[in-house]
């Protein structure tokens, strides 16, 4: 086992436990558990493989669960009361703990409550999909999307611990499993081109489920994480890069209503839109916007928008982002391969280029 640390303030610091077997050796991070009371929350997916396990190793203590189901459509203020429910009807205090044992929709919803509970309780991440344990259970941001934004309603509440254990990764599908590499493909793109060369070269090993090459993408993307995280916790300069690709995936998301296309797969796209108008601002070379399309297509990852959405329909949803400032948009692009910019106002022609545009001149 593998552990990593987000480097924060003396009290709000916490570990990262990456490794296998983890859940069934909950000596490693019960520490981080503060009261007898404890909330799972998980939903109709994971309950069936995970929940009776990690009941049985928490047994010693008083557990409730919340089961939500599964999907990003689902993630909402009306599921998210649920959780509220459960918490209120079994009387929790203001000392007691909240797992969240799913994806990045359970982390994200389980958070946010946790975050807004009497005003703040404790929550620990155990993230069962790569994308989770990679990118979104690392770094405190939680939410719920609204229908006119992705993320728009949340806050940035750190957990006790993040648990990876690369065992629950055997029950993700192949989709799930390529929707996860997106987000470890964009730590390569935004400041780490070496690991992006190792990807390359590896890449038919993790969509083999090589166990070696899995445990090394997840530790080596966790740690490009906890440094940005602990230079950076609330987004007002470096962080702002893992948006890279964002602002375009989360409109493709919200436009093609939620759960259409995964997150990990919006971004895919999304960061091919954006490396295209990186290339239209003279930053990357055509031969390097090939590059970034062929590492999403050979992790079958989608690089081409979805047909049924308008430039208008783009430019009305990137317009409700949350780095943009007085109206408006901002773009985190690359400047080179390893080098992200932060957020750059875009003007809307060479914006409108791009879309209307990509991929028909490069793909």
């Not at 480097?7 to 990456?18: A, F, G, K, T, V």
């Not at 690392?138 to 690369?166: E, R, S, W």
């Not at 997106?182 to 390569?188: C, M, Q, S």
């Not at 839109?273 to 297509?297: C, E, N």
Request: charged share 20%; aromatic share 8%.
């Amino acid at each position: 086992m593998k552990v990593l640390h987000v480097e924060l303030d003396q009290h709000r610091s916490y570990p990262i436990y990456i490794g296998s077997g983890i859940l069934a050796n909950p000596a490693v991070w019960t520490q981080h558990i503060r009261s007898q009371q404890v909330l799972i929350v998980t939903n109709s997916t994971i309950a069936p493989l995970y929940l009776s396990g990690l009941q049985n190793a928490l047994s010693a203590y008083q557990l409730e669960s919340v089961i939500l189901p599964d999907g990003e459509q689902y993630k909402n203020l009306a599921h998210l009361e649920q959780i509220f429910d459960q918490l209120l009807a079994k009387k929790f205090s203001r000392n007691a703990t909240l797992i969240a044992l799913g994806g990045g929709v359970i982390g994200d919803m389980g958070g946010f409550a946790a975050a807004c509970y009497q005003r703040g309780i404790a929550f620990i991440q155990i993230p069962t999909t790569l994308l989770a344990q990679v990118d979104s259970s690392v770094g405190g941001k939680t939410g719920v999307n609204h229908p006119l934004g992705k993320n728009m309603i949340g806050a940035f509440y750190q957990p006790q611990c993040v648990i990876a254990d690369a065992d629950v990764l055997d029950t993700l599908d192949d989709r799930q499993l390529s929707a996860g590499l997106a987000e470890v493909i964009k730590y390569g793109l935004i400041r780490d081109p070496e690991y992006l060369v190792w990807l390359e070269q590896n890449m038919p090993a993790l969509l083999a489920r090589d166990k070696a090459a899995l445990a090394y993408a997840i530790e080596r993307s966790c740690i490009n994480k906890a440094e940005v995280v602990g230079e950076d916790e609330f987004e007002s300069g470096v962080r702002a890069t893992l948006n890279l690709g964002h602002t375009f995936g989360h409109a493709i998301e919200t436009g093609r209503g939620y759960g259409h296309y995964l997150h990990g797969e919006a971004v895919a796209i999304g960061t091919c839109f954006a490396a295209d108008l990186s290339r239209r601002l003279g930053w990357l070379a055509d031969a390097d916007v090939q590059r970034i399309m062929a590492i999403f297509k050979a992790a079958n990852l989608p690089v081409v928008p979805p047909a049924e959405m308008t430039t208008d329909q783009y430019v009305e949803l990137m317009a409700v982002d949350k780095k943009n400032i007085d109206g408006k948009i901002r773009l985190i692009l690359l400047e080179a391969i390893g080098k992200a910019s932060l957020p750059v106002n875009v003007d809307l022609s060479q914006l409108q280029a791009t879309l209307n545009h990509y991929p028909t001149t490069l793909a």
